[in-house]
């Protein structure tokens, strides 16, 4: 089935300091979502971004179809950044699960004051 | 943005007690799903649903009943309880119908705990 690796596995910042998180998925995806789990454990979509370059804020997102990888970058970390950066992908449509999520093990970030 | 909302936000209960989960979402997304998240398997897909009156069988479905009353409403159902569904439980909904995105929208989720 579809695999989805995030590196690295955490991180630690100054702040003020950028990130550049990765994710790399195993079969072509139609839709890939950045989401951000607080440490209390509730989940945001932060990015929906199946292809090309997509900005909000601080958070970029760039996503490679063909080479099945996107990277979030996160300018001028904050302290209230600190989290679980989550990426996850639909299958192709061509696919019989394209509505089935297949998540990463998430990015561990923490930003120190 | 669309708004899934959950209850209860949390629930401890014994072994083989009987829980009900509940998820409401109110933008009449098709599909509502039920995730489970534990340390070390990140979130996994316990049953989900296209439309009311359907369930379709997840990834890690052992243990779990769903049901899909209406286009809003769509609850998880352990029936015996056991520890090792102790976890961080998400609801989400999402719209495939033409011209979509397919995103997904996450509920606050439900800590259970099962002693």
């Known amino acids: 089935g579809q695999q989805v690796q995030q590196s690295p596995a955490s991180l630690v910042l100054q702040e003020g300091e950028n990130a550049e998180l990765q994710c790399n998925f195993s079969s072509t995806a139609t839709q890939l979502q950045w989401f951000y789990q607080s440490p209390g454990g509730s989940l945001v979509s932060l990015l929906s971004n199946p292809s090309g370059t997509k900005h909000t804020g601080r958070l970029t997102s760039t996503t490679v179809t063909k080479e099945r990888r996107s990277s979030l970058h996160i300018s001028s970390s904050q302290t209230t950044d600190s989290g679980t950066y989550l990426c996850a992908i639909h299958p192709s449509l061509l696919s019989g699960s394209f509505n089935k999520l297949t998540f990463g093990a998430g990015t561990r970030l923490a930003v120190c004051p | ?115």
């Open chain 2, 1 to 115: 943005e669309a708004a899934v909302t959950q209850s209860p936000r949390n629930k401890v209960t014994v072994t083989g007690g009987n829980v009900t989960l509940s998820c409401r979402q109110t933008n009449s997304h098709n599909y509502m799903y039920w995730y489970r998240q534990d340390t070390g398997h990140g979130l996994r897909l316990i049953h989900y649903s296209y439309g009311a009156g359907n369930l379709q069988i997840g990834d890690v479905p052992d243990g779990y009943k769903a049901t899909r009353t209406t286009q809003e409403d769509f609850f998880l159902l352990l029936e015996l309880a056991s520890p090792s569904q102790t976890s961080l439980y998400f609801c989400a909904s999402s719209d495939s119908t033409g011209g979509s995105s397919y995103e997904q929208y996450f509920g606050p989720g439900t800590r259970l705990t099962v002693l």
